[in-house]
């Protein structure tokens, strides 16, 4: 069973699909969580902590805010990604590479960071990386930036986790296929072609993502550490 009573734990992009599933489920197994979106809306309320993760340094201030407010972190939950054409051709190449490389590279990779050294005060910590299947198998031809961005994730998640995993600071990746949020194919043929390449038959839920997300967060299995969770219904088997 999974039981993350007495944790704290940090999710960001919790306003909606993966990271919200994320929060209901760890306060649902006793965590208190730690929502952060990037700027308040109708789907947030005054527990958020808001950072623009595009710009230089906030996965930092994110992640010492929390601190700040809470006094110790036991997990995080690195969820929060852009979605961002990079087009060889027209325009849209440099946005979309510099963007999301600021998104789902330099922030979490700050918040790492500043969550390694919080854990070795500590005496340990865990970290779930929220990468793609895009980051092993690549994605489409004007989605690079995107499968890069995630590779740089899984090869982070690794690195650190071997590194690390001797103080008991424990970090894992999830790379998931299609998950049944707004980045899924909303296009009635788009969404065919979609599922028929997932022997499963269906594209996943956001709360089987945030079901391992917190079992990895729980210290069930710590020998897992470094490891990626393939969610993608068999639609890549590595």
Same mark, same amino acid.
């Given at each position: 069973m999974i039981n993350l009573s007495g944790k704290t734990c940090l999710v960001t992009g919790t306003s909606r699909g993966i990271g919200k599933a994320v929060r209901h489920v760890c306060e649902a197994q006793g965590a208190v969580v730690i929502p952060h979106a990037s700027r308040p809306s109708a789907d947030t309320?005054?527990?958020?902590?808001?950072?623009?993760?595009?710009?230089?340094?906030?996965?930092?201030?994110?992640?010492?805010?929390?601190?700040?407010?809470?006094?110790?972190?036991? =997990?995080?939950?690195?969820?929060? =990604?852009?979605?961002?054409?990079?087009?060889?051709?027209g325009e849209g190449w440099d946005a979309g590479w510099s963007v999301t490389m600021a998104v789902n590279v330099a922030a979490p990779a700050d918040i790492c960071?500043?969550?390694i050294a919080h854990f070795r005060?500590?005496?340990?910590?865990?970290?779930?990386n929220i990468a793609s299947r895009a980051g092993h198998r690549g994605d489409g031809m004007d989605n690079a930036a995107y499968a890069a961005s995630k590779g740089a994730l899984l090869a982070m998640t690794k690195t650190w986790a071997r590194a690390l995993s001797g103080e008991d600071i424990l970090i894992y990746a999830i790379a998931p296929g299609w998950v049944e949020t707004r980045m899924a194919p909303q296009d009635i043929e788009d969404r065919k072609k979609a599922v028929a390449d997932i022997p499963l038959g269906r594209v996943?839920?956001?709360?089987?993502?945030?079901?391992?997300?917190?079992?990895?967060?729980?210290?069930?299995?710590?020998s897992a550490v470094g490891a990626t969770m393939d969610i993608n219904g068999a639609s890549y088997v590595r």
């Open positions: 309320d005054d527990r958020y902590l808001y950072e623009d993760l595009s710009q230089s340094g906030a996965g930092a201030r994110l992640f010492n805010a929390a601190l700040e407010k809470h006094g110790r972190i036991d =997990g995080v939950v690195n969820n929060a =990604g852009i979605f961002m054409p990079s087009p060889l051709k960071r500043a969550a005060e500590a005496g340990g910590g865990s970290i779930v996943a839920q956001p709360e089987e993502v945030a079901n391992m997300a917190a079992f990895l967060l729980s210290g069930a299995c710590p």
